[in-house]
């Protein structure tokens, strides 16, 4: 089955600082690769997603960057907030399994 | 509109008894997957509704573990003889599936504790 690692673990950096969170799947048939930002007590909530037909996808501060032949992607996040600091899980998917196999997550700390 | 609701948010049992966490998905949305999470973990799937088709159970961690989903909408998780690992975090989704609409919408959750 699909295995999602994601790195690092834990990430702080300053406000207005770039946060890169990156991830490796081992599945060549995944082929949908969506970001999560989970919040204390809260539900995770989808903030970008990226097919495999694209490279790369940006929504104002956030851009997510895919590379099919070395499976990874990453997460960037540029001119941080505070409000930023969350938990971020990658995951991957096929269009044949459906269910999303999640990364362990990245604990993001902006520091005002 | 309304986004997936999760019932109880909170749940407190014994170690030995049953119990039932419900799923109400966005409405219109066709699949619905349960997640678990536990403490300081990423989440686990657990099972996959789409439509009438048969559910995919090839998350569930044991026999003790089932769920179904009445109308196409409403879903219940149920734990038997609830363990202390089954302590974490259950996570409903749903999704659209139009064409290539994979986006999957999570519930608040409810967070388990078994004692």
């Known amino acids: 089955g699909e295995n999602v690692e994601q790195h690092p673990s834990t990430l702080s950096v300053q406000e207005g600082d770039s946060a890169v969170i990156k991830c490796t799947y081992s599945d060549s048939a995944s082929n949908y690769f969506p970001w999560y930002k989970q919040e204390l007590g809260k539900g995770p909530q989808l903030i970008i997603d990226i097919r495999s037909n694209v490279g790369e996808k940006k929504d104002q501060r956030i851009a997510v960057t895919l590379n099919k032949t070395a499976k990874h992607f990453s997460l960037h996040i540029t001119e941080t907030q505070p409000e930023d600091s969350a938990v971020y899980f990658c995951?991957?998917?096929?269009?044949?399994?459906?269910?999303?196999?999640f990364g362990s997550g990245t604990q993001l700390t902006v520091l005002p | 509109g309304a986004g997936v609701s999760q019932s109880p948010s909170n749940k407190v049992t014994e170690k030995g008894k049953d119990v039932e966490l419900r799923c109400d998905p966005i409405?219109?949305?066709?699949?619905l997957y349960w997640y678990r999470q536990s403490l300081g973990q990423g989440l686990e799937f657990l099972i996959y509704?789409?439509?009438?088709?048969?559910?995919?159970k090839s998350g569930l961690p044991s026999d003790r573990f089932s769920a179904e989903r009445t109308g196409g909408s409403v879903s219940t998780l149920t734990i038997q003889r609830t363990q202390q690992e089954d302590s974490a975090v259950y996570l409903c989704a749903s999704s659209s599936r139009t064409g290539y609409s994979y986006e999957q919408y999570f519930g608040p959750g409810t967070r388990l504790t078994v004692t």
């Open positions: 509704f789409q439509g009438n088709s048969a559910p995919d």
């Open positions: 995951a991957a998917s096929s269009g044949s399994a459906r269910q999303l196999t």
């Open positions: 409405s219109g949305h066709t699949a």
